[in-house]
């Protein structure tokens, strides 16, 4: 600490660091990477969120009533508000050739700020600069290019290989006007930096964790972002893995000039000693920001140093933790130490304070860090920063911490007409057409559906299905008795097939949000060619299971021996499936929420069948709308009266009341289908399936586009 803080030292900006003071740390990297990136500077950053009251809904009182917070002073608890604070004026600085660490328990605003600097998420007040250029809202969609984020899930599409992942990714993201080899020699250049080789051509689902991690970076690399932000990047890696992936990390900062801020929870002493620069975080608070050495010398001072052998991470996570059982027994045995003699000669008067009080740990670092001081440095370097890149500067860099954020402030809005010809603000917002990124999904789509549809047991099963139904319908005769039979059959297929759609595609966009939002955050392609891509590519491979179904089990019913009549029926049984699929596809856009829209999809889905046809045949006049809405209708009736084109013989069985039981004569086309309560003719039938697959998939487009910034959970995307 003493070499950091203790002598007086220069920013490359210029701004002298007072001596003695222990904010003097935040200075600026002088690494040898430093001219390749982007500074990265957040000062007096704040956010709030909302939270749902438990104690209302169905279950109400003691179980689940309003909980009660108890604050860290020991106070008398209050009752819960309808605000939580999840960052509280944080400031910091990040440069290039340097990695930064943040650290700090669960909950205490890691993640949450990497959101804000990512541009994923909105913050209520403060102020970030990139390379002393102020961020507004318009800057940060674009800043997507120039940041990467690596969230903590690695979330990719399993069936994809390494090498197929990271490809597709560089056909989407890579500027379009870089030939095709160029793009795949950057892939391989990725995989060797990143030391993939040996996993390149395996399949994701079947890699080891930490390979999947060093995927996730790989996908954000290959845009050559300025700046790159990890969340807890070793979580669920081993010592060695976590070991491996930090040095690839100091290896991108020290010699490709990143700029590189990662969480990490609970680090080894290896990788802790490792970080240029640490932040410690509790409960939204910045409690440090210095080199991860000086943070020792900085707890020693407040007199909570960290045994001699002891993991310094550790050691700063136990005084950031606060444990509920800890902090009984500790105030159990407070009255104890008072009156020993041994307690009053040998402990740190800073460390009597604490514990005469009843403070914890963690609120007396927060109380102990002079958050104004660093913050008001960081606002002088940038200033002064700002003065060397723009030439001119009206901020006075010896002005008082208030005064500063005021000129801060008037700078700004001047400062928005400058950006407009910035590098950041003439970023266009995607690197590829439209085109390009249709053909490119569509390629994966068909890839991925190869693999997700076209399994064994897919084909297996349509065909198993085709030949039961072939048996129980078998070679039915064309006579009066089997006519309740085919048009039986008829219903049996669209019901399974249009259910079987419905519920496939439903959940097609809740398993894929988590990556879909994830690759729209990052700009890698317009929603619109991702939809249409997924529609193009998905819609007719799943029309290839109910055609191998109607082809084996069509032809042993017997139902209708003209090849005409099978390519009309199996065209309109494959229309209906065509819009279950849409149907599902919408559901699935507007709810994402799995559990809730299953119930929503077995309810409707159930309720449209009903009103088919073919159950219910006398509906109430107030409901007989919602046989409109239902593609079992109009798959129904348009088959049944392509089957029955041909007069009924009579056979005695008594079935059509034309024959009047006897066995001589025969019922005509017309009154089969009056009997049966067909409406409408097969090609109008037909041409509605047609209309609801266009209409509710379009309708599915503008319910995921217009889903709320919150449900995203990978914050604000320009759709």
């Not at 913050?123 to 970030?128: E, H, L, M, P, R």
């Not at 491979?541 to 090849?563: C, E, H, K, Q, T």
Request: glycine share 8%; charged share 20%; hydrophobic share 40%.
């Amino acid at each position: 600490m003493q070499e950091e803080v203790g002598s007086s030292s220069t920013t490359p900006a210029g701004v002298d660091v007072e001596k003695g003071d222990p904010t003097a740390s935040v200075i600026r990297g002088d690494g040898p990477g430093g001219g390749g990136g982007k500074s990265l500077r957040w000062m007096r950053i704040t956010k709030d969120v909302q939270v749902k009251d438990a104690s209302k809904g169905l279950l109400r009182g003691s179980i689940a009533g309003k909980p009660t917070i108890v604050p860290d002073d020991g106070k008398s608890p209050v009752s819960s508000s309808s605000k939580k604070s999840i960052l509280k004026s944080v400031s910091g600085a990040a440069y290039p050739g340097q990695v930064l660490a943040l650290m700090g328990p669960s909950g205490s605003g890691k993640t949450s700020i990497l959101d804000v600097l990512s541009g994923r998420s909105s913050y209520d007040s403060g102020t970030i600069t990139l390379d002393s250029e102020v961020v507004t809202d318009r800057v940060m969609k674009k800043m997507k290019k120039r940041v990467a984020y690596v969230r903590q899930n690695d979330l990719f599409f399993e069936h994809l290989t390494v090498r197929d992942q990271l490809t597709y990714t560089a056909m989407l993201r890579l500027p379009s006007s870089w030939a095709k080899s160029k793009k795949v020699a950057e892939v391989d250049r990725i995989i060797k930096q990143l030391r993939l080789q040996k996993c390149s051509d395996s399949p994701i689902y079947m890699i080891s964790g930490g390979e999947r991690k060093r995927v996730n970076i790989g996908t954000e690399l290959l845009t050559d972002p300025s700046i790159i932000l990890l969340d807890e990047p070793t979580s669920g890696l081993d010592s060695t893995s976590a070991v491996a992936l930090m040095r690839i990390l100091h290896t991108l900062a020290r010699e490709e000039g990143k700029t590189i801020i990662t969480s990490i929870h609970q680090p080894s002493s290896a990788v802790f000693f490792g970080f240029d620069k640490l932040m410690l975080l509790a409960d939204g608070n910045v409690v440090y920001f210095g080199t991860p050495r000086g943070s020792l010398e900085y707890v020693r001072e407040l007199g909570l140093e960290c045994p001699a052998g002891y993991n310094a991470a550790d050691h700063h996570m136990d005084l950031l933790v606060m444990d509920s059982a800890i902090d009984t027994d500790e105030r159990e045995l407070k009255d104890e130490e008072k009156e020993s003699d041994e307690f009053k000669e040998n402990t740190p008067t800073s460390t009597k304070r604490m514990k005469s009080t009843g403070t914890t740990t963690k609120q007396c670092l927060i109380n102990a860090w002079d958050a104004q001081a660093s913050t008001r440095r960081i606002e002088e370097e940038d200033a002064a920063d700002r003065l060397v890149h723009f030439g001119t500067s009206d901020v006075n860099i010896g002005a008082s911490a208030s005064g500063l954020r005021g000129q801060l402030s008037r700078r700004r809005s001047s400062m928005r007409s400058s950006l407009r010809g910035s590098i950041v603000e003439t970023e266009k917002s995607f690197n590829t057409s439209w085109w390009t990124q249709y053909v490119v999904l569509v390629h994966r789509s068909l890839k991925n559906s190869r693999s997700a549809i076209f399994t064994p047991l897919n084909l297996i099963k349509s065909g198993a299905i085709g030949l039961m139904c072939g048996l129980l319908w078998f070679q039915m005769p064309y006579t009066e008795e089997a006519v309740f039979d085919r048009s039986s059959y008829y219903f049996f297929t669209m019901t399974f097939w249009v259910f079987d759609s419905m519920f496939t595609a439903y959940m097609a966009f809740p398993l894929e949000q988590a990556i879909i939002f994830k690759e729209r955050s990052s700009g890698s392609y317009h929603l619109s060619a991702y939809f249409m891509a997924k529609t193009t590519s998905e819609a007719p491979a799943r029309l290839v299971l109910p055609a191998i179904y109607m082809v084996i089990s069509y032809w042993m019913s017997g139902v209708n021996n003209d090849f005409g009549v099978f390519l009309g029926s199996t065209m309109c049984s494959l229309l209906s499936v065509l819009a279950g699929e849409s149907i599902g596809l919408f559901f699935g856009a507007a709810v994402l929420d799995v559990p809730r829209g299953t119930v929503i999809m077995s309810v409707v889905s159930l309720g449209l069948m009903v009103v088919g046809g073919f159950f219910v045949r006398n509906v109430p006049s107030w409901i007989t709308w919602l046989g409109f809405l239902s593609p079992f209708k109009y798959s129904y009736n348009s088959s049944v009266q392509l089957v029955f084109n041909k007069p009924v013989p009579c056979d005695g069985s008594g079935l059509l009341s034309v024959c009047d039981g006897g066995s001589v004569g025969y019922a005509s086309v017309e009154e089969v289908r009056d009997f049966l309560g067909v409406e409408f003719s097969a090609g109008l039938n037909a041409a509605l399936l047609l209309l609801m697959f266009v209409v509710i998939r379009i309708l599915a487009f503008y319910a995921l586009k217009c889903k709320k910034a919150e449900e995203r959970k990978q914050g604000n995307v320009a759709m």
